[in-house]
């Protein structure tokens, strides 16, 4: 646990003690995480034209790279480069660059987003690295994950599962009032928790089987446990299933990296959840 910050809750000096302990506990450089500094790096990246093509291994070397940059913005700094040197920009996916959507996915240094637990490669700082440390950037590697371009794959597999049965069925007309349902506090704590998924697909990319059924737990779990997904509760999780299965998703083994990698931390008890919901659901589809 952090330590107590000085100040008042809230202000300038509160705020300067907290993030200190966290610059200093995330950073290789102990007390030297709360210091700015520039790195020299060598970045190893994995550059293939389509999913079709033989890709390969090319070396950049960057320098002067801020240790309060991200890692989204390093690559923004060596593309850059490129684009004036009249060379071809490494593609990567992004978008709101603040830990939410998930597309920052890159497989960095033999991790899923990188060296830090708990977070996206877009809130990963430079600050996680030493000056003239060598970074392994490649793509999700995936046989449902084809690559696009570079560090691009293509993660529509995830959104068919989704399509197959991630939904719930309500009447049109006025909304419901939120506290129409009582819901109990436990089973809301599970679904909002189950539900704080992003699809990233680091679990997928972390996998040695490439099981996506971490990510089909969480969306089948949260769903599963609020009453207004009971309609579609024993068919959702049969259809999903079967969609992941027709996708080339690999099967599970429970050696727990998945979640040791997710950066919203799901917990892996929800794939307990979902075979039990299959289990149930199959009994009940035999009958």
């Not at 490649?138 to 993660?155: G, H, N, S, Y």
């Not at 599970?190 to 704080?196: D, G, M, V």
Request: net charge neutral.
């Amino acid at each position: 646990m952090p330590p107590t910050p000085k100040g008042e809750f809230g202000s300038s000096t509160y705020f300067r003690e907290y993030s200190k302990y966290f610059k200093i506990k995330n950073s290789p450089l102990g007390d030297r995480g709360m210091e700015h500094y520039t790195m020299n790096l060598t970045l190893k990246v994995w550059r293939q034209k389509n999913a079709q093509s033989k890709g390969r291994f090319e070396t950049y070397e960057v320098k002067d790279i801020s240790s309060e940059m991200s890692f989204l913005e390093m690559f923004d700094v060596l593309n850059e480069r490129l684009i004036h040197e009249g060379k071809e920009p490494i593609a990567f996916d992004h978008d709101c660059r603040e830990g939410i959507c998930g597309t920052c996915s890159m497989y960095i240094n033999g991790r899923p987003h990188g060296p830090w637990h708990a977070t996206t490669t877009c809130q990963l700082h430079m600050r996680a690295f030493r000056d003239g440390d060598t970074i392994i950037v490649e793509p999700w590697r995936a046989k449902a994950f084809p690559v696009i371009k570079d560090l691009i794959v293509d993660r529509g597999a995830f959104d068919r599962i989704i399509q197959a049965g991630g939904f719930i069925s309500v009447n049109t007309g006025s909304a419901v009032d939120g506290n129409a349902i009582p819901i109990e506090k436990e089973n809301a704590d599970k679904a909002f928790a189950a539900a704080a998924c992003i699809g990233c697909g680091a679990c997928v990319a972390a996998c040695k089987n490439s099981s996506a059924l971490l990510f089909v737990a969480a969306k089948v779990a949260h769903l599963s446990l609020l009453p207004q997904g009971d309609p579609e509760r024993k068919t959702r999780v049969l259809a999903m299933i079967e969609q992941m299965d027709k996708e080339g998703f690999g099967s599970c083994s429970f050696t727990q990296a998945c979640e040791a990698v997710c950066p919203k931390e799901i917990s892996i008890t929800n794939i307990s959840r979902l075979k039990r919901e299959y289990m149930f659901a199959g009994l009940a589809a035999d009958k």
